[in-house]
């Protein structure tokens, strides 16, 4: 099980940490990522971040200006999202890879959080 928190109402060129809650003895040795869907819009990749926590990759619009990290002691992890803009705004969804190895490919991830809603104001 998946639990996001952290989202709400931002300015322009402000900053969200989005935290996500894991339960479950698997998840020190999987992938983790954070996926966003807009209205009207598919879910879309944001970044990820392998089982150990030493690679992550993000996306070419968030590069620069979102930070994701992990804590496997408490197991959990976070997106530091600074330099929000309008565009930005989405559901953000924590999720669970198969496997230990990050990616961007939506169907390789097997478990999903309700998500938590990030909404920046210009």
């Known amino acids: 099980q998946l639990v996001e928190s952290g989202g709400g109402l931002v300015q322009t060129g402000g900053s969200l940490r989005l935290s996500c809650a894991a339960s479950g003895q698997i998840f020190g040795s999987v992938a983790m990522g954070w996926f966003r869907q807009a209205p009207g819009k598919e879910r879309e990749f944001v970044s990820t971040i392998d089982w150990s926590g030493r690679i992550t990759y993000a996306a070419d619009s968030v590069k620069g200006r979102f930070t994701v990290s992990r804590d496997n002691a408490k197991n959990a992890v976070y997106l530091q999202m600074n330099t929000l803009n309008p565009e930005d705004t989405a559901v953000y969804y924590c999720?669970?890879?198969?496997?230990?190895?990050?990616?961007?490919?939506?169907?390789?991830?097997?478990?999903w959080g309700q998500g938590t809603q990030v909404t920046v104001s210009s």
């Open positions: 999720a669970g890879r198969r496997t230990g190895a990050p990616g961007h490919e939506r169907w390789a991830y097997g478990f």
